[in-house]
């Protein structure tokens, strides 16, 4: 593929339940990026993957949030007993050497 | 912690004349600042990356300067057209650390 994908593009789901959320990066990039956009902030950084180094995971705001990326590629964010306050678009990028990033459309999650 | 900042009011400008969007830093100087592009509904997009020993980058009508003693960094769009509007983001990255620190973003209407 051209670009980075995530999918899905919209998710509305009741409070307490869980969600995932995937991430397609684009080929052969080794580094890969969760981030947070809620109305009128600025992203919010969540996780960092770089090749088969531990990930960073100093941005996850708690423990229901957690992330996995499988073989290199795809990368899925997973939240857990979801809250009111997890709304928000969920963007995921990839680069090649940690410095241009490319980002993915996003995934809007509401949670009622 | 870094913060990065950028103004909140959004910047109104006629066709054809010169946007200048401001970004501040607090505390370190970031090894290198990035500038990207938001349109409604979709990801950021990279338009251009000044590193801390270069004081201006320069791509077609975009220009990035970065002083470190001011800790700022300012972005121009020259000859500014309605295509040109959208929110930018100034993004940070620090030493030893492979994370961006985002602004909340600055938007810029061009008027025709």
């Known amino acids: 593929g051209a670009g980075v994908s995530q999918s899905p593009s919209n998710k509305v789901t009741e409070k307490g339940k869980d969600v995932e959320l995937r991430c397609d990066p684009i080929?052969?990039?080794?580094?890969l990026y969760w981030y947070r956009q809620s109305l009128g902030q600025g992203l919010e950084f969540l996780i960092y993957f770089q090749g088969n180094s531990a990930p960073d995971k100093s941005g996850l705001p708690s423990d229901r949030f957690s992330a996995e990326r499988t073989g290199g590629s795809v990368s899925t964010l997973t939240i857990q007993r979801t809250q009111q306050e997890d709304s928000a678009v969920y963007l995921c990028a990839s680069s090649f050497n940690s410095n241009e990033q490319f980002f993915g459309p996003g995934t809007r999650l509401t949670v009622l | 912690s870094q913060k990065i900042e950028q103004n909140s009011e959004a910047l109104n400008i006629q066709e054809g004349k010169t946007a200048t969007l401001t970004c501040n830093y607090t505390n370190y100087s970031p090894a290198y600042l990035q500038w990207y592009r938001q349109d409604p509904g979709r990801g950021p997009v990279f338009l251009l990356l000044?590193?801390?020993?270069?004081k201006e980058k320069r791509k077609e009508r975009l220009k990035v300067t970065f002083d470190t003693t001011l800790k700022q960094s300012l972005f121009h769009i020259t000859a500014s057209q309605p295509a040109d509007s959208a929110t930018y983001l100034c993004?940070?990255?620090?030493?030893?650390?492979?994370?961006?620190?985002f602004g909340k973003g600055n938007q810029v209407v061009v008027i025709p």
């Open positions: 000044i590193r801390e020993n270069e």
């Open positions: 080929s052969g990039h080794t580094a």
């Open positions: 993004a940070a990255s620090f030493y030893g650390n492979n994370r961006l620190a």
